[in-house]
Nanobody
Framework: QVQLVESGGGLVQAGGSLRLSCAAS????????MGWFRQAPGKERDFVAA????????VYTDSVKGRFTISRDNAKNTLFLQMNRLTPEDTATYYC???????????????WGQGTQVTVSS
């Protein structure tokens, strides 16, 4: 499995931006499709965005389309999530995850990071 470590979370005012990073180690990063999920207190872990092994075919959940951008740098074994125009509803712990194929389904991801907290104040 690939090991994943997220960073870049923090406290931001509504309307602001954050860029999350996910550093991968272990297995070959470019062999994996990658995804971002988020989990708010008391709620399930939900899909946010995913990208295929080469950086193409990005997919997003409807609530973040036009505001979030997923990307990757295979040379640096890093996944990114640029988050713009943040709202309090985006407050959650954000997790990156690795899968053999691009998927919106949480159960199809085999490796997970520990998460990074994003808090958006109103």
């Amino acid at each position: 499995q690939v090991q994943l470590v997220e960073s870049g979370g923090g406290l931001v005012q509504a309307g602001g931006s954050l860029r999350l990073s996910c550093a991968a180690s272990g297995r070959t990063f470019s062999n994996y499709a990658m995804g971002w999920f988020r989990q708010a207190p008391g709620k399930e872990r939900d899909f946010v965005a995913a990208i295929n092994w080469s950086g193409g075919n990005p997919v997003y959940t409807d609530s973040v389309k036009g505001r979030f951008t997923i990307s990757r740098d295979n040379a640096k074994n890093t996944l990114f999530l640029q988050m713009n125009r943040l709202t309090p509803e985006d407050t959650a712990t954000y997790y990156c995850a690795a899968s053999r194929w691009i998927s919106l389904k949480r159960d199809e991801y085999e490796s997970w990071g520990q998460g990074t907290q994003v808090t958006v104040s109103s």
